[in-house]
């Protein structure tokens, strides 16, 4: 591994500055995703770089999420907030909401499941295209809430994996701008993967 | 903060709460008078009346319910049109033969402190056995009164359905069937509504666990087959048909409900909805906590306007409690319910208009939704779900400057109102896809059981803050808007006005100025004494524990309270058996029987015409399914 002029877990693009490749690589490493900024703005002076496909893919996944709302209850309409004039996702690059399972990468449950709605979401949840990922929003998907009763999920990791969990009853639009910006790095970070 | 004082002087010198009386309410005379003049004007022989009630009460024999309902609705003087609610509550000890109310029954909840028995009501008259109050409360447009039906009915037994007397009882007869097993005799589809196909038992039964679990997968989803509306059976067309599935995770249904439309090309002839894909238990879960916890579920009802929802509880529990709210916190629950009732029509609208493509108003409807959970916030720190009343007033007092961020939000808000009018108004696109779309006649309306926006729409102008005015609002200069047609321009251009006239509210509201005084009941048997004195005075020291564990303990009985909600008629009816948990919190939630209207509404249309109705509907999943 240490022969190679990269690091091979995939978090450091290498850039050259001029000349053929292979020349002065150890000069201008640019490492992705975000660990300087300026650095990552300094990639479209060159005139190519070097990294591995998971990395670029990774640190392109991140940027682009596409979010599926799967809004049930009153998160939902913190969702919407958030999606809406105020708070604005779309400086984040989340802001194409598809509600085709098949057109999204990002799940949002937002919003008490029960267990009649229990099939629907994991049905829909199989539609979604590799790779996918979920965040749980708020107590309710995360661990059923307060409503520990006869007819609610007690948190819908009993039927599908989730990346992330938001607190909060419902949480703020802050509160799930947060866990999409910790998603992207996790995903930037490739620690996501299925 | 004062100094430390000991054994100082108990500061409250009313009454004691008397949990071991039964509950007398304030106009229990009246209502047994006007009961008297509805029996001798009926003149039926199956209702006994049941005095002391808060409204006319009547126990009527398990066999003549029907005809006491086709009766008092075909009853020109009296005309009870409108089907207002139906539900039941469980009594396990009354078929044992022990004491009336069931109130013994519950025994991990009532410990810490069991209620007298020899003051419980007095016993069960043997002529009306059985373990389940079925109630049916009817509204007399006509004479603005209200009647509550009771019909006993033991395990097992059935009742003759009400639906072809009042169209709105066929889901909560469903709901009954479902929650408590009560079968009705010749309902055209009695299937379990809220709990899914998988379910085993009766949840609401006292003797169900609140936390066992079915578990539904989807080999046992059952299929749903619409009806075809007779007017289309015969009808040859050159299309196949289809039937199509919406939902329930679909962009127009926002979020839980589910359509099964029949379609003759691209006609819908038949239609049927299933409901209860966010049924939370809220009635159950009340039952297992104190009557303060009950406040945080209420906000999760319809959450586009939570405070209304805290308003509607407390005020129930306040009446059975028989306590005044001070005019501060009368005042601001005033202020506060108008605008949440504004954030709510400002969310209908603008997702209503998003379903129709028109997406600007969205941003435009908005914004000034988030400038009213600023204020929000400002009060309690919550935004959405505040939970920021409590039983005998409110959490905390608001800020200082409560009425000039009010001010500004009423400038402000015409401006977002007005332009998103001009947007639509008079646009083509938007005429044609809401001018005679999904209509629904003023009878047929009563006849469901609609209240609010859409019950307006058709021309009627029923509203609770006039009919019975409640905080204040009959010394308010509003007017009530109403529509005509019923159809979904007729809804949009009712919420648009009521907008307006809540903004009136507020503008006089701001004008009287906020009363001077507490914000909280002084009465330590109902409110939390003040931090200060609960660290330097030893009785308040005791209040305050004994309210935390034991919590407030109504007087035995019900009582029913109504408000007039974003959707319509919002009522709480709580039982109280003398301990800290209510023993029974019904929710008569406005969503519910206009939904269960949408396929006859929707019968001869399209899709897209059915997409746009069921957003100008403004079904919230959380209390509709309660």
Not at chain 1, 92 to 102: D, H, K, L, T, Y
Not at chain 2, 388 to 394: D, F, H, V
Not at chain 2, 570 to 586: A, E, I, M, Q
Not at chain 2, 594 to 623: H, W
């Amino acid at each position: 591994m240490a022969n190679l002029p990269y690091d091979s877990s995939g978090s450091i693009i290498q850039r050259k500055r001029g000349g053929p490749p292979g020349e002065g690589a150890e000069k201008g490493l640019i490492t992705l995703p975000g660990e300087s900024e300026r650095e990552i703005e300094d990639l479209a002076g060159g005139t190519y770089l070097t990294t591995t496909v998971d990395t670029m893919v990774n640190w392109a996944r991140g940027n682009s999420l596409w979010p599926l709302p799967f809004g049930t209850a009153c998160c939902a309409i913190e969702f919407m907030s958030m999606v809406s004039s105020h708070y604005d996702i779309a400086r984040f690059g989340a802001e194409v909401v598809r509600f085709s399972p098949r057109q999204a990468d990002l799940m949002i449950v937002a919003g008490t499941i029960v267990d009649k709605m229990a099939p629907v979401l994991k049905k829909i949840y199989e539609q979604m295209p590799e790779p996918r990922y979920v965040i749980a929003m708020g107590a309710c998907a995360t661990s059923g809430g307060f409503y520990r009763a006869y007819h609610v999920v007690q948190g819908i990791d009993e039927i599908i994996p989730v990346d992330m969990w938001v607190p909060g009853c419902p949480p703020t639009p802050d509160g799930l701008m947060y866990s999409i910006l910790k998603l992207k790095e996790k995903i930037q970070r490739g620690e996501v993967r299925r | 903060m004062s100094t430390l004082t000991k054994f100082s002087a108990i500061p409250y010198t009313g009454p004691a709460p008397t949990n071991r009386n039964p509950y007398v309410p304030a106009g229990a005379e009246i209502a047994d008078a006007r009961g008297e003049v509805i029996a001798a004007a009926l003149q039926h022989p199956g209702m006994t009346p049941e005095l002391g009630q808060d409204m006319p009460s009547f126990i009527v024999d398990k066999e003549q319910i029907v005809d006491v309902l086709r009766a008092l609705k075909e009853s020109e003087v009296l005309a009870f049109t409108m089907p207002l609610d139906l539900f039941a509550v469980d009594y396990p000890g009354r078929e044992n033969g022990s004491r009336e109310s069931g109130v013994g029954s519950r025994s991990n909840t009532s410990d810490l402190q069991s209620p007298n028995p020899d003051l419980r009501p007095p016993t069960a008259d043997t002529r009306h056995p059985g373990r389940f109050d079925v109630i049916y409360q009817l509204y007399s447009l006509k004479n603005n009164e209200r009647i509550r039906l009771k019909v006993r009915v033991a395990d097992g037994e059935s009742i003759e359905t009400g639906t072809p007397v009042f169209k709105g009882l066929n889901w909560y007869e469903r709901e009954v069937f479902d929650m408590y097993g009560v079968v009705f005799d010749g309902h055209p589809n009695l299937r379990r509504i809220l709990t899914h196909e998988a379910f085993q038992g009766h949840a609401l039964r006292k003797d169900y666990d609140p936390a066992q679990r079915w578990i539904l997968t989807e080999n046992d989803v059952a299929k749903i087959i619409p009806k075809i509306d007779p007017r289309f059976e015969n009808v040859d067309t050159d299309y196949e048909r289809v039937t199509l599935n919406l939902g329930p995770s679909h962009p127009a249904t926002h979020g839980t409900l589910r359509i099964v439309v029949t379609l003759d090309g691209e006609t819908i002839i038949g239609a049927d909805q299933e409901i209860g894909y966010l049924h939370r238990c809220f009635e159950k879960m009340s039952e297992t906590h104190t009557y303060q916890q009950v406040i945080p579920y209420t906000d999760r009802l319809n959450y586009c306007s939570a405070i209304i929802n805290n308003v509607g509880y407390c005020m129930a529990v306040e009446k059975l409690l028989g306590i005044e709210v001070p005019a501060r916190a009368q005042h601001v629950r005033l202020m506060l319910s108008e605008f949440m009732r504004i954030a709510d029509h400002l969310v209908c609208i603008g997702t209503n208009l998003v379903d129709m493509g028109a997406l600007t108003n969205f941003w435009y409807l908005f914004q000034p939704r988030e400038e009213i959970y600023g204020l929000i916030e400002a009060c309690c720190g919550a935004r959405l779900l505040p939970s920021y009343t409590r039983i005998g007033g409110l959490a905390v007092d608001v800020p200082p400057d409560f009425l000039q961020k009010s001010q500004r939000l009423v400038d402000m808000m015409p401006k977002f109102i007005n332009d998103v009018e001009k947007l639509v108004d008079r646009n083509k696109i938007f005429l044609d896809r809401v001018v005679g779309v999904a209509p629904i006649s003023a009878e047929e309306a009563i006849n469901y059981g609609f209240t609010g926006p859409c019950l307006r729409a058709c021309g009627v102008p029923f509203d609770v803050r006039k009919a019975t005015p409640y905080l204040g609002y009959e010394t308010y200069d509003f007017d009530v808007p109403i529509a005509e047609g019923g159809d979904t321009y007729a809804r949009f251009l009712v919420r648009m006005e009521e907008m307006r006239q809540s903004l009136r509210i507020l503008q006089q509201a701001i004008e009287r100025g906020l009363p001077e005084g507490p914000v909280i009941v002084d009465n330590p048997y109902v409110a939390l004494p003040p931090k200060a004195k609960v660290y330097n005075e030893m009785e308040s020291l005791i209040y305050h524990f004994k309210l935390i564990m034991h919590g407030i303990q109504p007087p035995v009985g019900e009582t029913y309270f109504q408000v007039e909600g974003g959707n319509g008629e919002l009522g709480f009816y709580v039982v109280s058996d003398g301990t800290k948990n209510p023993y029974r919190v019904r929710c008569r939630p406005p969503c519910f029987q206009i939904y269960s209207a949408f396929p006859d509404m929707i019968m001869g249309q399209t899709i897209p015409d059915a997409i746009a109705a069921l957003g100008s509907l403004n079904i919230i999943a959380g209390e509709l399914d309660h």
